[in-house]
């Protein structure tokens, strides 16, 4: 860097200022510090063929020229030295050293002990990789598929050529970890001839793939169970709040229908109905008081009707007689006698009954107030239960139900779909790892290490010309570090020509990015004879604005057996479903199940007989069709919701209303005469004290009235005896007339004056 002076200043540069001069002049290292190639004297023809000709850069020559200068050697012979007093400086010193080292590594030379190694490394390497590929590369396949799965993956044989650039895989099984006794699918035979130049890039690319005898659900001799595999934070995390969702929506419905139900229980109804009533308190005090009244007057009836009883014995004679055709006057004087007394006894006995029918009068009134009073207890008793039961009947609602219902299948699709999530995360998780190893995100990163290396560049001061090189040119890349182009697919029923299984695929591939093309997937099969389809698109690339992964699925011939509690049904499913998982890992499922049902049973209940009805209507339901929305965040994990609520209480809901509605009028009605048989039992014991003093009300009121009808059969016999005793004194009386006159005139004188 050049000094800036003073144009004024015309005199000399201080000692201070030469100091600070000579600091900024460079540093340089003496020539004996140089690497040994430089130390070495050289012809001219030796230093162009050692030296030179490994330099290719002109600048680099000139700089190795300036360093070496001309000389004689001992025997006279001009050669090429470096003065050993020479000093170099210290950034060509630098640059020294690295022409050094290539001009080392130009230099060639076989070492024959290092080349025997090499060549026994290698054929060692050869024959492990010859003895053991087939072995090593079955061992990971298998491990991986095992890993994915969750249960035994077995392989009959591998057939791996690397030279011949083929591989060859025959009787795949995969069991299925939730029935271990069968394989999720089977395949004879897989084949494929992969690129050997790409795998020596530490490629695997292979143009086309041929899977033949793929089966499904196949029957296996032996279990597919494997050790218990740890899973992951996040797998726990996820199982966790699936199961616990489940277990609350189970819950949730079987403790509702419960409490639903317990309403329906006579006992139940009974034992709530008793607390509200009112007639037992009232009956219970009423009969304590009519208890004391009844003591007081019981022994009243017995002595009156005695009394009454023996007054009419005593006066049989006279009251039985018909005095009519008796003639002895004396006798019926003596009759007359005994009426008379008879009729002063009567009357005095009817005082004093009429006196003890006024002293109980306070009391009958008193009793007959409790006997309203227990009518009116036991209509306002009646009035509660029929609310009560109107009540009960009430709270079976079809909506409460179906509310119930709701949740029951809720549970249930938590329960199904929960235990394919983890391949449906699977599917997720590879498509995010395709994504985040795409050369987008590398191209990037590249591009921003270029950007700050520029900006460094930049910032210094001093640069450093080059001379133009030439530009080579690269073919493109297009192979990434794992590809399968296409894949077929096929499997056939033994012996036969009739296709189970077809499905294809291309660009299964490591990096989209890469090839600029998605993965898809096609796959159509039968299942328990029906035919099934699904197709996949996994878009992983970064440019891209679809979906990272759109599925869509439609067959049938899927079993589930399902357990909500508060019913259990095994079917046969048909399914219609989609799904679509994005870039930021959440995805959405919709669909429907449309289910045969083979067999369905309620949870058990009381009452019994409303808990039998309920399982004779659940066995009658043999379709189920539920449409459900399936979401996953990372917030909130997974959720399921009913989408045709409507539909499934039209096709679980009604037929359980149908078979309940008449019975439960049944049981209401049944309810009803169980609390009127508890209401008479709770006031019997008043109503019978009542009743009791009742009698013995009507006990002395019948005594009075029988006396009464005494007394006037005494009375008219009186007059019969009177009556008798006149006629028979007025014919005695005519008869002596008629005897001390005989004259007819004057007989019917007296006639007439008697008459007067």
Known sequence: MAKKVDDKQNVATPAKEKKAVAKNEPKKVPAKKLPKIYKKQYTQKAFEKKLLKHLYIETDKDLVKQLFETSTDKKGRTVMVVPKDKEIAKKDFARYQVLAKQIAEQKGGIKIVPLLAVIILIAAIGIVVTLFKNVVFEKALTSSMQKIFGAKTEVSSVDLQIFGASLEINDLQQANKDSPMKNLFQIDNIKMDFNLTELLRGKFCAENMVVSGVALDTERTTSGEIPIVHKTKEEKKTESQIQKKTDELKENAS???????????????????????????????????????????????????????????????????????????????????????????????????????????????????????????????????????????????????????????????????????????????????????????????????????????????????????????????????????????????????????????????????????????????????????????????????????????????????????????????????????????????????????????????????VCQLYQKALADVKKLSVGFNVGYDVENGMVVSIQNPEKLAGQLVNPIVNVLQGELNSIASDTKSKVTAILSEKTNGATDKIAEFTNIQKSIDASKSKMEDMNKQLELKKKELSKRIEDLTKQATSKAVEKVIGDTDIKSGLKSLLKK
């Open 255 to 609: 403790k509702k229908l419960q409490e639903m139900f317990e309403n329906y229980n006579p006992e139940t109804v009974l034992a709530n109905i008793q607390n509200e009533l009112k007639s037992p308190q009232v009956a219970a005090t009423i009969a304590k008081d009519v208890q004391s009244s009844v003591e007081k007057w019981k022994e009243t009836p017995v002595q009156m009707q005695k009394d009454v009883t023996d007054f009419t014995k005593s006066v049989e004679s006279v009251t039985k007689t018909h005095w009519g055709g008796i003639d002895n006057l004396t006798k019926l004087k003596e009759a007359l006698e005994t009426v008379n007394a008879a009729i002063t006894k009567g009357n005095t006995l009817k005082s004093s009954i009429e006196s003890t029918t006024n002293s109980i009068k306070a009391d009958t009134k008193k009793v007959q107030e409790y006997s309203s009073q227990i009518e009116n207890a036991v209509k306002s008793d009646m009035v509660l239960v029929d609310s009560k039961i109107t009540e009960m009947k009430n709270l079976f609602s079809p909506s409460g139900l179906q509310n119930i219902m709701n949740e029951a299948i809720e549970s249930m699709l938590y329960s199904v779909l929960g235990k394919y999530y983890p391949y449906v995360n699977k599917v997720k998780d590879a498509a995010m790892s395709i994504k985040s190893s795409g050369t987008g995100k590398a191209i990037a990163k590249k591009s921003d290490s270029t950007e700050k290396k520029e900006k460094k560049q930049k910032k210094q001061t001093v640069t450093k010309a080059r001379l133009p090189g030439r530009t080579i040119y690269y073919k493109q890349n297009t192979v990434p570090k794992f590809l399968i182009q296409n894949v077929q697919a096929s499997g056939y029923e033994y012996g036969t020509e009739n296709l189970l299984f077809k499905g294809v695929a291309s660009e299964i591939s490591s990096d989209q990015d890469v090839r600029g093309k998605p993965t898809t997937v096609q796959a159509d099969f039968k299942v328990l004879g029906k035919n099934n389809s699904a197709s996949a698109i996994i878009d992983a690339r970064e440019d891209s604005s679809a979906s990272l992964v759109t599925l869509s699925y439609v067959g049938g011939g899927y079993p589930i057996a399902a357990d909500a509690q508060v019913f259990k049904l095994n079917s046969t499913s048909d399914i219609n479903a989609k799904l679509s998982a994005e870039k930021d890992g959440s995805f959405i499922i919709g669909g429907s199940l449309d289910m045969n049902i083979s067999e369905m049973t309620g949870m058990t209940f009381e009452p019994a007989k």
